[in-house]
């Protein structure tokens, strides 16, 4: 069919593929969550309400689009790593960032329920994506490490900043020029002789955040069958092995998570 006279309007878009052999990450962030969790009575400093709702939603993401490889996720945030080989749509980066995000922030409208059962959504949720591509393993996972780091530091502040605030009765602000200069130890040592936490002891969620992986499990159904030789059909088990998103709340910057689980970085996966 002939073209239309309109069809050099097309030449504008500029081309954002991703170069070749890196790995995509797309970076998601709520916006101004800072009012959205005041609005919404998220406890603090975490709210597993809201830690649950941004992982289903990741793992909507993950089982919906094609080959992303891991996830992280902590606070309002998560970032989605595609496999260095994708194909999908050609790398654009647009579409691997559009998509991302856009099926992300439905999702939060759409699961939102399932959550927070007696909290109404008070106004629709934004979210903001980014895109960064890592030519290395090892930028991959210095990445990755970076954003583990930042969720232990924000969530040993925020875990004696609350404590100071909630149970000594401090204000924001004199909480906040008690911890002014305090190195990691210091507020592990305020947590344990004031409040005899052991940061140790809290929950790894909070402290490590969360990674999602494809794993294989099994299956086991029941299924009606007609076996040979017999007239009736019959209840039979039958095990079946799936590749599903799983969640796990555990170390991702010394070697061992990435001894367990090598098809992460694996070349031709
Ligand atoms: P932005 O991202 O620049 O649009 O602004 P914010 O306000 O989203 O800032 P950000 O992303 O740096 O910080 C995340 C905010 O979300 C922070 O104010 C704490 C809040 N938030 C995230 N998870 C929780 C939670 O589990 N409980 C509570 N109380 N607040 C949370
Ligand atoms: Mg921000
Ligand atoms: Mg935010
Ligand atoms: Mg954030
Ligand atoms: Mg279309």
Not at 20 to 43: A, T, Y
Not at 186 to 195: A, G, M, P, V, Y
Request: aromatic share 14%; proline share 3%.
């Amino acid at each position: 069919m002939a073209k239309s006279k309109f069809e050099y309007v097309r030449d504008f878009e500029a081309d954002d593929t991703c170069l070749p052999n890196c790995w995509i990450v797309v970076r998601l962030d709520g916006r101004n969550f800072h009012r959205f969790s005041e609005q919404h009575e998220f406890k603090k400093p975490n709210d597993d309400r809201a830690l649950h709702l941004m992982t289903k939603c990741a793992q909507t993401v993950m089982e919906e689009l094609e080959d992303i490889a891991i996830a992280y996720g902590q606070s309002d945030e998560y970032s989605f790593v595609f496999k260095k080989k994708s194909r999908w749509f050609k790398r654009r980066a647009s579409k691997f960032m559009t998509h991302v995000v856009s099926q992300f922030a439905s999702s939060y409208v759409f699961y939102w329920k399932d959550y927070f059962k007696d909290q109404q959504l008070l106004y629709p949720p934004g979210f903001d994506a980014r895109i960064v591509l890592y030519p290395s393993n090892q930028n991959l996972k210095d990445y990755l490490s970076w954003r583990q780091a930042d969720c232990h530091i924000n969530n040993l502040y925020n875990t004696v900043f609350w404590m100071l605030v909630q149970r000594s009765g401090l204000t924001p602000v004199q909480a906040q020029d008690r911890l002014q200069g305090t190195l990691a130890g210091d507020k592990n040592e305020i947590l344990f002789s004031e409040f005899n936490i052991n940061y140790n002891n809290e929950p790894l969620m909070y402290r490590k955040g969360t990674v999602l992986v494809w794993q294989k499990v099994n299956e086991v159904m029941t299924k009606k069958m007609k076996l040979p030789k017999e007239a009736e059909e019959k209840e039979v088990e039958v095990t079946r092995t799936r590749t599903k998103v799983v969640a796990l709340h555990c170390d991702i910057i010394g070697d061992q998570f990435w001894e367990e689980y090598p098809e992460i970085l694996d070349e031709d996966s």
